[in-house]
């Protein structure tokens, strides 16, 4: 058996490659709906993009272009849906019940947590009662598919990773 340090780096890195590889079936998801659209933000302006933008001002003093920031959202969503995978993996390897429910409640805590409540509070997007029934149930709907996307990369990695 791996020492403690070591078992958690590897279920460090389970989580976060779970993390990442389900934010990318969040967005495969989301994009099997292009009839459900946000109604409250203009294109091209989501709280990713708005993160990236202020993030760039803040550290770098420099102003985002237009393809910048086509490309600066996405790292945004990758790079906090891969942090997030690699925290879920570090619990889930030590709290037996955090592993409940295939992943499915961690997705409906990252909606409630980010999504309906820090995004709107830092003022990055309006609060979900300004959307479309359709477009948030679209929206958690993508979270579950995170969550359990995270649970079984972590499962499976953890078998080869985790000893």
Known sequence: MAPPQ???????????S?????????????SLFPHVERQSQ???????????????QAIFQHRLTVAQKEM??????YAFGTTMGALYGVLADS???????????????????AHVITVPALGLSE??????????AVEFASHLVYG????????????????
């Not at 070591?6 to 976060?16: E, F, I, M, Q, Y």
């Not at 993390?19 to 998801?29: K, V, Y």
């Not at 203009?42 to 760039?56: F, N, R, W």
């Not at 295939?102 to 909606?111: D, E, K, Q, Y």
């Open 6 to 16: 070591l078992r958690r780096w590897k279920a460090l890195v389970a989580g976060a």
């Open 95 to 113: 709290r037996d019940a955090t592993r409940l429910g295939w992943g499915l409640p961690f997705g409906a805590a990252i909606w409630l947590g």
């Open 72 to 77: 600066a959202g996405p790292v945004v969503h």
């Open 18 to 30: 779970g993390g990442l590889i389900a934010s990318l079936a969040m967005s495969e998801f989301q």
């Open 148 to 163: 359990a996307v995270v649970e079984g990369i972590r499962r499976t990695l953890r078998k080869y990773l985790v000893r």
């Open 42 to 56: 203009p294109a091209g302006e989501d709280s990713t993009i708005k993160t990236a933008s202020a993030t760039s």
């Open 127 to 136: 609060p979900i009662t300004r959307e479309a029934p359709a477009t948030e």
